[in-house]
């Protein structure tokens, strides 16, 4: 028993052993893109790369001239996404999901609703664009209702949580709640029709999609992605 409990220990001092026994499952193994495409352009991952266990964009990398926007082969529904982000001095980034991948759609944002990643230490950009889309807003659609951003540089971590039975969507930011909005029905539509999106079809429709990370231009790096489906 006791070499039973010991064994148990061991096994969490990872803490993605831990979590897995509680249906998280990892979207990163540390070593590999496996898991991960571009969105309508395959394995082809122009600008992403593995550098010792961290998932990043380099612009410099880049092999091509598309947007490498890096999206899950597998779609989901309702979950809860944890990962960390860093970005690089007036990078921009995002996390989407609902994202649909078909050939009437160029960019994953034009259907996948947005959190921003932001180095919210760009004044020019944060104060032209205000709040909504600062770090941790729902882009264009919410702000969040506290800044709790680090600077270029350092990690910042995100537990997003969608549930579509329940219409109810947070997003915990470096351990505080931010926000805090429905994902589906009148309340979610109304959102987006208050918003610069109103006139894309198909934005923000879908209750089951791929995740994606976007790619806008500037360095961003990732790691402890990890998603726990929910209502299975």
């Not at 992403?48 to 998932?55: F, Q």
Request: charged share 25%.
């Amino acid at each position: 028993m006791k070499r039973n409990a010991l064994l148990f220990i061991l096994l969490c001092t990872s803490v993605w052993s831990c979590q897995s026994n509680e249906g998280w499952e990892t979207l990163f193994d540390g070593k590999t893109l496996e898991g991960w495409h571009i969105y309508g352009h395959g394995k082809n991952y122009n600008g992403w790369y593995v550098d010792e266990g961290v998932l990043v964009f380099d612009p410099e990398e880049r092999t091509e001239a598309f947007n490498a926007n890096l999206t899950t082969d597998k779609q989901y529904s309702s979950f809860e996404l944890s990962l960390d982000w860093m970005i690089s001095e007036h990078g921009n980034s995002g996390l989407m999901w609902g994202v649909v991948e078909a050939d009437s759609y160029e960019h994953p944002y034009q259907t996948g609703a947005e959190i921003q990643i932001l180095d919210d230490g760009w004044s020019e950009y944060v104060n032209e664009r205000g709040d909504i889309n600062r770090a941790g807003s729902l882009y264009n659609l919410m702000p969040p209702s506290k800044v709790v951003s680090k600077g270029a540089g350092e990690w910042n971590s995100y537990l997003l949580h969608i549930d579509h039975d329940k219409n109810e969507g947070f997003l915990d930011f470096n351990g505080k709640r931010v926000l805090e909005f429905p994902v589906n029905g009148s309340e979610w539509k109304n959102l987006i029709e208050q918003s610069p999106f109103s006139a894309w079809e198909g934005f923000g429709s879908s209750k089951k999609g791929h995740i994606s990370l976007q790619e806008h231009g500037g360095k961003v790096a990732f790691r402890r992605l990890k998603i726990r489906e929910l209502n299975q």
